[in-house]
């Protein structure tokens, strides 16, 4: 499985990027996929999921900016950014659950998520 994040950069606050995600070696029907962000000194956090059957949710500091849609033809998880704030500067990680079952430790952990890609840098000046 190999998960290959592109469309980072550099814009300005109040801009917008689409981040994509293309995925070999697995379907995107097969599991959870989601997309995290990591700055240095702190955690990876979840911050955008979609299930299988494509229902989508958002953390509260990005809901109605962010939006996950999935292109099956291209195998791709995409992840459109508008509004973009400092805040959101960060290496965005796509990932991908290995299982087909829900995931035991939420749609949120880290530990629900056994196929990562390399990242992509997001930043976003003022």
């Known amino acids: 499985v190999r998960l290959v994040e592109s469309g980072g950069g550099s814009v300005q606050s109040g801009g917008s990027l689409s981040l994509s995600c293309a995925a070999s070696g697995y379907t995107l029907s097969r599991g959870y996929m989601a997309w995290f962000r990591q700055t240095p000194g702190k955690e990876r956090e979840g911050f955008a999921v979609?299930?299988?059957?494509?229902?989508?949710s958002y953390a509260d500091s990005v809901k109605g900016r962010f939006t996950l849609s999935k292109d099956y033809d291209k195998n791709t998880l995409y992840l459109q950014m508008n509004s973009l704030k400092p805040e959101d500067t960060a290496m965005y990680y796509c990932a991908a659950r290995a299982l087909m079952s829900s995931p035991v430790f939420g749609p949120w952990s880290t530990r629900s998520y056994g196929y990562w890609g390399q990242g992509t840098q997001v930043t976003v000046s003022s």
């Open positions: 979609i299930t299988r059957d494509g229902s989508t």
